[in-house]
């Protein structure tokens, strides 16, 4: 029965606010599957929670994702 | 010094967008006096966060939510 | 489909060692009848994990909390 | 490649709104520069992630934010 | 910079205690590939942290899993 | 009232097990005079914990810790 938190940057996706459901379903499925194939996990009992975060929200290597990026 | 965190999917409630403010209020309530009567912890020290997450944002048996429910 | 986690110091129980797997059994069920009753959420979908922590990984007000209480 | 997720409450800032962005980038340089600082931490793999919580989502002493505020 | 945290219960595996580091390598992989497919993001910062969580520290259907299993 | 949650590798430290008891309350100072100096919250409401990670429980870049050193 596990349980799967994924954190994205909320970006990207059709109209740039994000994945699409379609996308979102794509991931849904597929570590659902992952876990399915390695572990033997039953479907059933496996949850996925997606959480999208604000750019500004986001730091990685000291700066915000804008600042990053900028400086890239 | 309990943390708990509750995520559920947003729907629902008064206005079909999540629990009522007074819903929150009981789940805060509920869970604060079930850790002070099993474990004995202090009320004043026990945080509770939460987390309402959009239904295409959560998956279980490998779909998301609108796709599960639309199969039961 | 609520997922709800429980943080608490990894202390207290029969040996010290934190609580016992019969009041784990009671915060489980305690929490999956709370979500039953205000949100009226089905129990077969409620995920409850506990996790214990270290008091010295723990802090509240800037101190670790064995250095919290010692202050007390 | 440490993971830091800090959690506040959506208040505050320069509208009421929550912190501004120049608050989310000084909790993200501070955090960063404290890893690298106390475990040598390679700033390159460190990730903040800020969430913002709803007053009435967060709860203390039993109570949500603004019940307890009201009674202070 | 997507952040992905696999929790699941510690059981299985070479030693009945828990997923190889075999079997964890393939999670590891599997949701890196599956970020970089559906979402084109860079493997170089995607972080995923597994937990590992004692039997009687989950709970699903009101019980803990130990309790559950034997329903079954 | 702030909750910082730290999740590091389980490693170095005074035993190579990873960060000492001094490390962490540095740690949680420092977040916790942060959080102080950046947002004004009140340090008596912010919570610290912090998580030890099994190496091979945390991947980067598709690998887990240990194969990504390696190839590095």
């Not at 949850?47 to 750019?55: K, P, R």
Request: proline share 7%.
């Amino acid at each position: 029965m596990p349980y799967v938190n994924i954190k994205i940057t909320r970006e990207g996706g059709p109209e740039g606010k994000g994945p699409s459901a379609e996308e979102k379903t794509r991931l849904i499925a597929g570590v659902t599957e992952l876990l399915q194939t390695v572990l033997d996990k039953d479907p059933a009992t496996i949850f996925v929670v997606i959480d999208e975060v604000a750019l500004e929200n986001w730091g990685i290597g000291g700066l915000s994702v804008p600042e990053y990026r900028a400086q890239q």
